[in-house]
């Protein structure tokens, strides 16, 4: 009798999550439409990235197809394949992308709430060398035969766009606690947003709304020579965007804010990896027949019928066809501490776009990575010299406390552009009228003999 009602209680129990799974599933919604995959076993969304390129190709219809990307990438490859045999070499060519991170709050403390810690950014740098360059002894590493070292490396940047030195974290209170899809892209990118031929630019913030329960997303790359690349939901929006409770690795920085399972720096790594051009390892297309068709592009691995979940192994989603499910890829949708492979044709895939793509070939040749040219003194100089109010509206006070007035002072926005250049003659000069001025980061330079002092204000 017991054994009974345990079995009719354990029926109830399955048919209750499977319905809250499919409600879930039915309900969960990204950029106004459907999330294609269902939420992950604790009920979070691994990535919206295929989501947001259709958004994308909605609000901007010239903005390339898919087909049409895959066209341009297939030349693209043949093209390298042919040179490579043309003229072979064996000298590994290291790829560095130089990396921006806006860490985006509402006015904590460095190293609370969503204002996470210095180690826990550094620990994401980390986790994307070691998975990008399969380096051996960390858990980037793995042995399987069509297992690839990217040869791709990432390093935070050391020049501002104004010239002056960094740290590559640009921490910004834009007065906001959540993140939604709308103001996502229509205020926290493009008023943040560094020069994205130079830098590449990470986001991360407090997800909300519509977004709520989504740990990433990024911006797909486009071919070279098309239209509107320049136009709105592009070039100032371009990026990976990730929930600052999943940037950066435990393991590495115990101290810092993480969300289990996805703690080890794998959303990261599987966002940039859509940057430079990846697809999920199922294609997108749900169901076996179809994935044979098309996929991910990636003959070295194999298909799947949709995404995976918690750590399976030896997992075969698609019998009929070749090879079983490659759950511990990065373009997967397993635990952060399942994953440890990038496949060759993968590597084909991204270095092509690193060397293709407008936005991605620009930063191979981006010196922001080395400290600024000598001449230009660190931003703890001046120290006497502060802005306020900050935020602004429609005046923006420079303030003196040892009463020695610099010599002069130039305004930069956030892609580097000169707005205005001012030299000091009186405490007047010290006065700024912003009524003009665009919402958004922006940055001043003083300047007293051979000093410098860089300094940032938001302008609402």
């Given amino acids: 009798m017991k054994k009974t009602i345990y079995s009719k209680i354990a029926l109830l129990a399955a048919l209750l999550t499977l319905g809250l799974t499919a409600n879930a599933q039915q309900k969960a919604k990204a950029f106004g439409r459907p999330v294609k995959t269902a939420p992950s076993e604790s009920g979070h969304i691994r ?63 460095v190293g609370s709430g969503e204002n996470i810690k210095e180690g826990q950014i550094l620990s994401q740098i980390t986790v994307l060398n070691q998975d990008y360059r399969r380096m051996a002894g960390t858990p980037g590493f793995n042995s399987d035969a069509v297992g690839a070292d990217i040869e791709i490396e990432f390093c935070l940047a050391k020049t501002a766009p104004d010239g002056t030195l960094t740290n590559g974290i640009d921490r910004v209170n834009l007065g906001q606690t959540e993140w939604g899809n709308s103001d996502i892209e229509s ?63 435990r393991t590495i ?146 303030a003196v406390e040892n009463g020695e007035l610099p010599d002069s002072f130039t305004i930069y926005n956030n892609l580097g552009q000169t707005i205005a250049t001012v030299k000091v003659s009186s405490n007047a000069n010290l006065t700024i009228n912003t009524s003009s001025y665009s919402n958004g980061i922006y940055f001043i330079k003083v300047d007293k003999g051979s000093q410098s002092k860089k300094l940032k204000f938001v302008k609402n």
């Fill in 253 to 398: 920085y115990p101290s810092g804010t993480y969300q289990t399972p996805y703690d080890k720096g794998r959303t990261a790594t599987h966002e940039i990896g859509h940057a430079l051009g990846l697809i999920h390892i199922w294609g997108d297309y749900i169901g076996c027949s179809n994935q044979a068709q098309n996929g991910d592009y990636c003959a070295d691995t194999p298909v799947s019928e949709d995404a995976n979940d918690t750590c399976p192994e030896g997992f075969d989603s698609c019998p009929s066809l070749p090879g079983e499910d490659m759950t511990n890829n990065y373009m997967d949708y397993t635990r952060d501490n399942c994953m440890n492979i990038f496949t060759a044709d993968q590597k084909t895939r991204m270095r092509t776009v690193m060397q293709n793509s407008p936005r991605r070939a620009s930063l191979t040749t981006s010196t922001v990575c080395q400290p600024p040219t000598a001449g230009v003194e660190d931003f703890e100089l001046l120290n006497g010299i502060n802005l306020y109010p900050n935020p602004a509206q429609d005046i923006l006070n420079i």
């Fill in 47 to 109: 990535c919206v990235s295929t989501e947001y390129e259709e958004y994308l190709q909605e609000k901007m219809p010239e903005r390339e197809t898919k087909e049409q990307f895959e066209q341009w990438i297939a030349g693209k490859i043949a093209e390298g394949k042919a040179r490579r045999q043309a003229s072979p070499s064996n000298e590994a060519i290291v790829i560095t992308i130089p990396v921006v991170v806006h860490v985006i709050h509402d006015g904590d403390a």
């Fill in 187 to 249: 205020i926290m990118k493009p008023e943040t947003s560094w020069d994205p031929t130079k830098y590449f630019n990470i986001w991360v913030c407090r997800f909300g709304g519509d977004l709520a329960d989504v740990l990433g997303y990024a911006q797909f790359p486009q071919s070279s020579g098309l239209q509107g690349l320049s136009a709105p939901y592009t070039a100032s929006r371009d990026g990976v965007v990730i929930g600052y409770q999943n940037f950066g690795s």
